[in-house]
């Protein structure tokens, strides 16, 4: 079976989290700001089954919740993850929503902690309604999903046109904005932090190949970056709470030889700034 844990990376220590029930194995997504509440999946055998779960870490120790959906079966959660806001308050993740001839219809929802829920109760039952998680209906499609915010603002990416795009979601106002830098074909987001900032990367090539663009947007526009002038393509992998990035550049160096030398370096990016580039989609 396959087993989630918690690693703390300051004394190597592992927490195994729970399995519920009869489920068989779990995965675990994403983490709050204090570690003290994981997102995953747990998977079932019989009948087969796959669901949203969080872990919550009390006194008692971690105990599992699994969250309630319509259907049992919910296969996109392999590939678009759960993901839970810093404050472990709001999870949002794409769950099938209906089937049609057979065939699943996704949808995107978010589970909003209610203010009568206790994650810090020793004796609480195992229905996740029961503590306080009421599921909401957000868009009538899936998103694979890279982040959330305590602001109720996700970030991810969905297929359009047989491409890859990022996109922006107010799980409030249940709109969804489209960011994709000029130029580019496809783009994806990778991470959103608490001040709203969607990091991600664009390309122009098939299944993410080619030339890649890092970009960063807030409010309506793509922020400057600031590269070096020598950066051939660049991406963005995360974001911190105060808008630190963390990614990868390609850039040219000397040589001895006719073509140029690229070279791959890890990078950190402070916050960024504005840029005249406002994304109209």
């Known amino acids: 079976s396959q087993r989630s844990l918690v690693l703390n990376v ?75 806001s810093d404050s472990g308050k709001l999870i949002a993740v794409s769950l099938v929503k209906s089937r049609v001839d057979g065939f699943p ?16 109760g020793a004796n609480r039952g195992t229905d996740a309604a029961q503590q306080g998680w009421q599921i909401e209906h957000v868009l009538p499609r899936a998103v694979h999903l890279a982040g959330i915010n305590d602001e109720g603002l996700i970030a991810g990416r969905i297929l359009e046109q047989n491409r890859r795009v990022a996109v922006l979601v ?11 830098p000029d130029g580019y074909t496809n783009s994806r987001a990778t991470g959103i932090n608490r001040q709203g900032i969607v990091v991600g990367v664009a390309d122009n090539g098939r299944m993410g190949m080619g030339e890649k663009l890092a970009f960063a947007w807030l409010n309506g526009k793509f922020l400057d970056l600031k590269l070096p002038a020598d950066v051939t393509s660049s991406v963005i992998n995360g974001i911190s709470a105060e808008g630190r990035m963390a990614g990868m550049i390609e850039h040219t160096i000397e040589s001895s030889y006719d073509e140029p030398t690229y070279v791959n370096s890890a990078v950190i990016i402070e916050a960024a700034t504005e840029s005249a580039n406002s994304n109209p989609q």
């Open 10 to 84: 300051n004394n190597a220590e592992q927490e195994w989290l729970p399995i519920p029930g009869d489920y068989r194995d779990s995965v675990a997504c994403d983490l709050s700001a204090d570690g003290k509440a994981v997102t995953g999946y747990v998977i079932g055998r019989d009948p087969p089954r796959m669901l949203p779960c969080v872990w919550e870490k009390s006194a008692a120790g971690w105990r599992a919740e699994v969250l309630g959906t319509t259907y049992l079966e919910n296969p996109l959660l392999t590939t678009a993850s759960v993901v839970i």
């Open 105 to 120: 219809r996704y949808a995107l929802y978010v589970y909003r902690r209610q203010s009568g829920g206790d994650p810090e």
């Open 170 to 180: 107010n799980a409030n106002t249940k709109s969804m904005q489209t960011l994709l």
